[in-house]
Each structure stands twice: as structure tokens, then as C-alpha cells.
């Protein structure tokens, strides 16, 4: 079937992948296209998003195996000319990026990398909805009484039966195809992170990348070191 960069009519059935328009979607007629296209990601977007930092483009992200919905926060035009573009891949943390909790520096570093990339002009976030390291918002809350208890952030979710970290990474392969981007500088020290990006897009460097650091998220920082291989800052 044809794409289409225009909202379709009422016999609207999906939205699709498609690099030419703000919305890619098929009509009932086109709908013989191959199941495999069933399972891309789908797009909306861009939206404006106006922050205090400046304005952002905005695209959601569905995606059709794990029914979870991502985002993409984009600053600046031409991202597929080759230049590398600053990157921050974040994994959504509602107690620190809305709530803002000083149990961890995540709600800073998502502050911080906007922060940076209105100042760069250019740049890209991939808004992972993967909570508490991939083990989900309930369990994560269980996790946090156990550290409570006296584990680590690690042995908290080691405890509950999950993997230290059960983050995955290969949806940002086709987020990152869809805007074009060819190469980055990863705001990270999560050395995971960069090998899991590394089969996709050229890294060609890193951006040490700590939030800020105090009594209520120290242990929690010093164990990301000591125990889970994070770099310093």
C-alpha cells in the first residue's frame, strides 16, 4: 500500500514506520502489506514541546511486542548528516524523574542531559520505559524495602528473583534509524550502555555523566561503581 504523511480518513487502521511525514499510517484498502511490518515500531510525532530549557521536537514510540510506549525528545535539525550527535538513552524512573527522589540521580541526569542539549543546540533522549532497571514500578517499590532492610540497590533486586539490571536496548535501533542518526556522543557511564548501542550507530565517544551526588543516594551511587561497573564521572 502507499505511505501516506497525512492523518487518514475514518477507516484508519494503524500507524506505521515511515521517514517522510509527521504520522505514517495505512488505510483499510492497504492493509496487505506483509505481516512482518506488523511488528515495527510504530511513530507519532514530532509534537512541540516547549521546557524550560527550550523547545523540544517530541515523537511516541509504541512497541508492538511489549505493548510499552517510548519516547524521543529531539533538539536541532540535520541529525542525519553524519555528524555525531549527542545521545542520552534513559530508562524511566517515575520516583526520580517526576516525584524527584533523592534515592537516586536519575531525575537529575534526565534534567541535566536536556540541559545539555538545548545548550549544544542539537542532540537526542530515548525515554526507555523500562522502570527500577527493567523489573517494573511494583517490584521496585519492593526493592526499596529491602534497601530499607539494608541490601544494596543490586542485592535488592537480585532478592526479589531479578537480574541486577534487565534493561534492554534494541528498540533504540530503530528510534535512531527513524531519525536518521549515524553517529553519537553517549551522555552515560554505564559501559553496558555503549555495547549494547555499539552493533547499531557509531559511538564515537562518551560523555562522563553522573547527577548530583548526596547523603540520600551516595550508597546507591558508590554500589553503580563498586559493583555494577559504572565509570566514574
Known sequence: GDWSSDVCSSDLTGFFSCPQGRF????????????????????????????????????????????????????????????????????????????????????????????????????????????????????????????ESGLDTLDANLALGHQGDARQYAICQPMLDFLGVKAVRVLTNNPDKLDALSPWVNVVGRVPFWGEQMADNAAYLATKQARMGHLPG
Open 24 to 147: 505514517c499510517c495505512t488505510t483499510t484498502a492497504a492493509m496487505s502489506i506483509s505481516a512482518v511490518a506488523a511488528e515495527l515500531p510504530v511513530f507519532a510525532g514530532p509534537a512541540r514541546l516547549p521546557t524550560r530549557w527550550g523547545e523540544f521536537r517530541l515523537y511516541a514510540v509504541s512497541e508492538p511486542h511489549s505493548g510499552k510506549e517510548h519516547a524521543m525528545l529531539v533538539m536541532g535539525e540535520a541529525l542525519d548528516q553524519g555528524e555525531p550527535v549527542l545521545l542520552r538513552v534513559h530508562s524511566e524512573c517515575l520516583t526520580g524523574d517526576a516525584f524527584h527522589s533523592r534515592r537516586c540521580d536519575c531525575g537529575d541526569q534526565l534534567e541535566r542531559a536536556m540541559a545539555m542539549l538545548a545548550e549544544a543546540g542539537r542532540g537526542v533522549i530515548l525515554y526507555l520505559r523500562q522502570e527500577g532497571r527493567g523489573i517494573g514500578l511494583l517490584e521496585k517499590v519492593k526493592a526499596y524495602i529491602l534497601q
